[in-house]
């Protein structure tokens, strides 16, 4: 395991046209159905990015790559254009997990019980799959990884976004060729940067460009990699987690080697918000149910409350236990221009404050005087720990 610092985020808002968006499966059913010709596309594309060339793939490569693209987000591919599948009307034809949803006030023990069990049959297979990389630092081959991690890398983000009351991102096959790039750099050079010059081992333009936009990681892959850009520590302004969790996220980028990893995150934006966070805003960790532990998160990891467009300046927190007592905690500065605007705070309270492991730990979250536009805003919620 390497150090935190081996992880690096991003430090500004950049955007560019939409791409399409939209649910996806989990680590199973579809996933498993991928076609042979939809494979051997990907395998096509993502090999010829090691070195140069360029020329026509043609109509079928490209229909059999709009093929994979919808079986790993979980909607009807377009094989006339070979393009990426229009977003879906309504979450009913969107894909079918993780189909959890936020907790929000729901408290009940059915909601316990299915919780857990899409930690148990979902998320733990999907941070179980493994990453085999076909490239080579040394011939500067990108390589592929396999359809199915790319699948669970994606489930993973959604899952985490579910969580926290966002919309699901679908995988975008153009920004994960760059970012499967980006990765190889990392992990050619053994070092970490958003600007990587051209001196740099398996240098390309592509990856270059990939990096400056992704969330990158050395020591980390798959989906250990994501779970280390949420809890990012070592990283007090959370950018990791602020790019994971913003609202207009529509699709990201995957690249992994065995050793390194790049999300590309900046660029494609829904127009605005949705209204279910204008509502109710952006948790972490998130309200209601929540396996504790180092796969979601845990109540010393740093809580954060995002708002699109929030002026937290005058913004206060308190935390309560499940007893009513206050605790104590200890504000984290952070700059605005990463994902939404974002106020961070951390327990200072000692655990036995707190803590009633292995039973649930609950908590009391209210926030004030947050100002969004001409409004001042208050929210509250609770959140549950629950050993899974």
């Known amino acids: 395991m390497v150090t935190p610092q081996d992880i690096e985020g991003l430090g ?72 990426a ?67 669970a890398e994606l489930f993973v983000i959604n899952y985490y976004r579910e969580l926290a009351g966002l919309p699901a991102v679908s995988l975008h096959l153009e920004n994960s060729i760059g970012a499967q790039q980006a990765a190889l750099m990392m992990r050619a050079e053994g070092a970490l940067s958003h600007e990587p010059p051209p001196s740099w081992a398996c240098y390309t333009p592509a990856g270059a460009l990939a990096a400056a936009r992704s969330n990158i990681a050395l020591g980390y892959t798959g989906a250990a990699a994501l779970q280390a850009y949420m809890e990012d520590e070592g990283h007090p302004q959370l950018g990791h987690r602020r790019w994971l969790l913003y609202s207009r996220l529509r699709d990201v980028g995957l690249g992994d080697t065995e050793s390194s990893n790049a999300v590309w995150v900046v660029g494609t934006s829904l127009p605005g918000a949705p209204a279910e966070v204008l509502a109710r805003g952006i948790p972490w960790p998130p309200s ?45 500065a952070l700059q605005p221009g990463t994902g939404d605007e974002t106020i ?45």
């Open 288 to 332: 209601g149910f929540v396996p504790i532990g180092d796969r979601v998160v845990r109540p010393t990891s740093l809580w954060s409350f995002g708002y699109p467009g929030a002026d937290f300046t005058g913004a206060s927190v308190a935390m309560a236990n499940d007893r009513g007592a206050p605790l104590a905690i200890s504000y984290q």
């Open 12 to 83: 500004s808002n950049m955007e560019d046209s939409a791409s399409s968006g939209s649910k996806r499966p989990g680590p199973g059913g579809r996933l498993r159905a991928v076609s042979a010709v939809a494979l051997l596309a990907l395998s096509a594309a993502l090999a010829g990015c090691g070195g140069g060339g360029g020329g026509g793939g043609g109509g079928g490569a490209d229909a059999s790559a709009a093929l994979l693209l919808a079986t790993i987000n979980g909607r009807p591919a377009d094989a006339g254009s070979g393009a």
């Open 344 to 388: 961070a705070w951390s327990l200072a309270s000692p655990e036995g404050e707190w803590s009633r492991l292995p039973a649930d730990t609950r908590f009391s979250v209210s926030l004030g005087n947050v100002r969004v536009g001409s409004e001042m805003r208050s929210f509250r919620y609770d959140v549950v720990f629950v050993t899974p």
């Open 85 to 151: 599948p229009a977003a879906p009307s309504s979450a009913t034809d969107a894909g079918t997990t993780p189909t959890l949803g936020p907790s929000g006030t729901d408290l009940s023990p059915a909601r316990r019980a299915a919780m857990l069990e899409v930690f148990r049959t979902q998320l733990i297979p999907a941070f179980d799959e493994p990453v085999v990389w076909t490239g080579s630092t040394a011939s500067c081959l990108a390589g592929q990884t396999s359809p199915e991690l790319k699948a």
